[in-house]
């Protein structure tokens, strides 16, 4: 069962050696991507299999689903279906942890001269910190990134 549309789509069962280029390729095929991203593992920095495309429109995003979803790639059939990361929420019809749906919405990592890289109590901000308060920036709409 689809969730109700939106221009994001859940991109699932990803082959761990893909690139976000790779997948950007792809779903360009369906029309306009604003962004794509994989989600990878905080503590290990290995990639977790899915990720988030956000298409210019909802029409392109249901293309993208329409098209692509069951598409091999890499050996793995992909699952594309319309994206709802809250926590707890079901993501093409699976059950995610809220901390994975945490992790989803947290942004790579910002390259920010002289930030501390280790979690040091004595450090004015963490890299950590700073990436947490640059996605709840992203997600009010207070920043732009461009």
């Not at 709802?84 to 059950?95: L, N, R, S």
């Not at 942004?107 to 996605?135: H, I, S, W």
């Given at each position: 069962?689809?969730?109700?549309?939106?221009?994001?789509?859940?991109v699932g069962n990803v082959a761990?050696?893909?690139?976000?280029?790779?997948l950007m390729a792809l779903m360009?095929?369906?029309?306009?991507?604003?962004?794509?991203?994989?989600?990878?593992?905080?503590?290990?920095?290995?990639?977790?299999?899915?990720?988030?495309?956000?298409?210019?429109?909802?029409?392109?995003?249901?293309?993208?689903?329409?098209?692509?979803?069951?598409?091999?790639?890499?050996?793995?059939?992909?699952?594309?279906?319309?994206?709802?990361?809250?926590?707890?929420?079901?993501?093409?019809?699976?059950?995610?942890?809220?901390?994975?749906?945490?992790?989803?919405?947290?942004?790579?990592?910002?390259?920010?001269?002289?930030?501390?890289?280790?979690?040091?109590?004595?450090?004015?901000?963490?890299?950590?910190?700073?990436?947490?308060?640059?996605?709840?920036?992203?997600?009010?709409?207070?920043?732009?990134?461009?």
């Amino acid at each position: 069962m689809s969730l109700p549309a939106s221009s994001s789509v859940f991109v699932g069962n990803v082959a761990y050696e893909t690139t976000e280029e790779e997948l950007m390729a792809l779903m360009h095929e369906a029309g306009p991507v604003v962004s794509l991203r994989l989600v990878f593992d905080q503590d290990t920095g290995k990639p977790k299999g899915f990720g988030f495309c956000e298409f210019a429109d909802e029409p392109t995003a249901t293309a993208a689903i329409r098209n692509l979803n069951g598409r091999e790639i890499k050996g793995r059939v992909l699952r594309v279906d319309y994206a709802d990361v809250g926590a707890g929420a079901a993501v093409g019809g699976h059950k995610r942890k809220a901390e994975d749906a945490e992790a989803a919405l947290e942004p790579p990592p910002a390259k920010v001269p002289r930030l501390e890289d280790q979690d040091d109590d004595n450090a004015p901000v963490t890299r950590r910190e700073f990436n947490l308060l640059l996605a709840q920036l992203r997600a009010k709409n207070v920043i732009d990134d461009e």
